[in-house]
Every structure is written in structure tokens, then in C-alpha cells.
């Protein structure tokens, strides 16, 4: 069974099956949540990733609240989130959130060399305003944004080898609560979609992130 981190600011728990639901606060405090009563971010993240997954693929989703509703926190919260994923043993790592201070940088390079040597698999959404941010940037993580050159199939980009493309299609379409949502074309919404990718790959096979890596250029349309 395959375990999947949502490190975001919650998920409704209405809306989406989780097997934990944890919150970090501001001192660093975790404990168990009940989740978000709105349509929040991390909802939609996880919303894609389990619309995504394919029926043979055996896993469990669980919501590491590390920022608030407006998408606020401290790298120290994430860093703790990353750690309890670390702890739990959640094998696959979603952050669609990330920081673009040089300050940052290596407070959680540390906490994301430790998860890659313990085997975790991290997929971080690149900055939507084409920023270099952290953790997307960093070469042990797996990079995803948004890109009109992927309308055929995942892309990889040549100048950073852990970074893939894909496009805005009927995969980011999501149904809540019999309301049909149309995804903005964000890096943010790319970065789930590619951990459902990631999760079918580790169903058929227990691989290291760089082995994750060579198996999705294999697969790339400019490959």
C-alpha cells in the first residue's frame, strides 16, 4: 500500500477520503485536525491526485496542514511537516508551496536530503511567477509546472533534470459536491497530477526518486 503526503494547508475532509489529518502551527505544535470546512487549496491538490489514480493503484492520502487558509507559514512549519512525513513513513511527498528566499534554501535542504535518504519521493510545484523557489529547485526533487509544450504528453526540460511539464487538460477538471470546478493553469494544480503519475510507478515498482526520474523521461514526449 502506497502512502501520499498532501503538505499544504488542509483538506476538506468532505470532499476527499484521508487516512490522517495532521496540523502544524505557528510554534511547531502538531496534532490531529479535522480537517478544512472550505474548498481549499491542499482540497484540490488531493482532489487530482485522487481522481488521477488509476483503480489499480492501492493508496492512502494523507493532509499535512503546514500553512493557514491564505496560504501562509513559516519554512520552520514546513520543514516540520516534511519531518512527520519522514516519521510516518508517507513514501510519496506532495508540496505545491515552496519559498523563494535564498534564506530558506538551507534550512530545508537539510530536512529534504534526510527524506531522500530514507527513500521518500518528493514532487514540488515550481514558482508561478517563473521564480527559482525552493523545494522545486533543489535536484533530488521532483519539479512540476505548467507548460503548453506538454499538450501531447509529459515534457521534460533539458536545463533542469529533475523538472517536467504538463498541460492544462480534462485531468485537472474536478466535481465537488456536484459542482463542477474548472483548474487554473498553475504550477500548483501541475504538481498533483504528476504525483498520480508518480504513484503508478511505485505500485509496479519500489524505486529511489532518480529512478522515478529516468522512468518519467522515458515517457516524455521530447524525449
Not at 494523507?62 to 507559514?73: A, D, F, L, Q, R
Request: proline content about 2%; hydrophobic content about 40%.
Amino acid at each position: 500500500m502506497l502512502n501520499i503526503a498532501i503538505v499544504d494547508d488542509g483538506i476538506n475532509l468532505k470532499h476527499v477520503k484521508v487516512t490522517t489529518s495532521i496540523m502544524v502551527d505557528s510554534s511547531l505544535k502538531s496534532k490531529q485536525w479535522r480537517g478544512t470546512k472550505s474548498i481549499s487549496h491542499g482540497t484540490l491538490c488531493a482532489k487530482i491526485i485522487e481522481k488521477n489514480l488509476s483503480n489499480n493503484v492501492n493508496a492512502y492520502l494523507h493532509s499535512i496542514k503546514v500553512v493557514n487558509c491564505n496560504g501562509k507559514g513559516t519554512i520552520a512549519q514546513l520543514c516540520k511537516g516534511i519531518d512527520i512525513c519522514i516519521k510516518n513513513k508517507y513514501k510519496l511527498i506532495n508540496i505545491s508551496l515552496g519559498s523563494v528566499k535564498e534564506s530558506d534554501m538551507e534550512k530545508l535542504k537539510s530536512v529534504i536530503d534526510r527524506a531522500i535518504s530514507y527513500g521518500h519521493i518528493i514532487i514540488a510545484a515550481d514558482s508561478n511567477e517563473q521564480l527559482v523557489s525552493y523545494p522545486s529547485h533543489f535536484e533530488n526533487v521532483i519539479a512540476a509546472r505548467f507548460t503548453a509544450k506538454a499538450v501531447k504528453g509529459l515534457y521534460c526540460y533539458k536545463s533542469r533534470k529533475s523538472a517536467f511539464g504538463l498541460h492544462h487538460d480534462s485531468h485537472w477538471n474536478l466535481e465537488l459536491g456536484g459542482e463542477r470546478i474548472g483548474m487554473p493553469p498553475a504550477n500548483s494544480f501541475a504538481a498533483p497530477l504528476l504525483t498520480a503519475q508518480v504513484a503508478k510507478i511505485l505500485c509496479n515498482e519500489d524505486c529511489n526518486v532518480f529512478k522515478v526520474i529516468q522512468l518519467l523521461k522515458k515517457g516524455c514526449v521530447n524525449n
